[in-house]
């Protein structure tokens, strides 16, 4: 058995669990931040069987988009003065980030 382990946009997330139930899969669905941007994101658990994951990584890439998002750090000025000066940044999130783990036991009791 597997532990798929999924992080995903916001955006993709109704859609993504829409599609693991009508799909027989049981999932799990956490509120999560990504800890360059900062914002919300989504994270998924499911549990599955090892022959399921091919199937299931494939509903995933399906299912979420590749996003380009604009991302402002601020760069301090050099100097005494305390200034700071914005810049943006484009960095692409997902489709999905998945992990898959080995689960060494399951239980329901
Ligand atoms: P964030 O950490 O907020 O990252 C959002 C996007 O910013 C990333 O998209 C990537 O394009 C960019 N990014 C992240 N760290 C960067 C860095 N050090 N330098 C330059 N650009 C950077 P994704 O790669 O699609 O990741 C989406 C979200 O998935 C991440 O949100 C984070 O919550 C999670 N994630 C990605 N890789 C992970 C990993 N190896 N371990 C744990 N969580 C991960």
Sequence with gaps: MKL???I???KDAHN???QLVKEGYRATKLASTGGFLKEG???MLIG???EQVDNLVEIIGETCEVRKQLFTPISPLPG???A???YSVEVSVGGAIVFVLDVEKYFKV
Excluded: G, Q
């Design 8 to 10: 995903v946009t916001d």
């Design 48 to 50: 599955v069987e090892d």
């Design 84 to 86: 700071y000066i914005p």
């Design 80 to 82: 005494p003065a305390e």
């Design 16 to 18: 993504l669990l829409e």
């Design 4 to 6: 798929v382990v999924c």
């Design 41 to 43: 994101n989504t994270t």
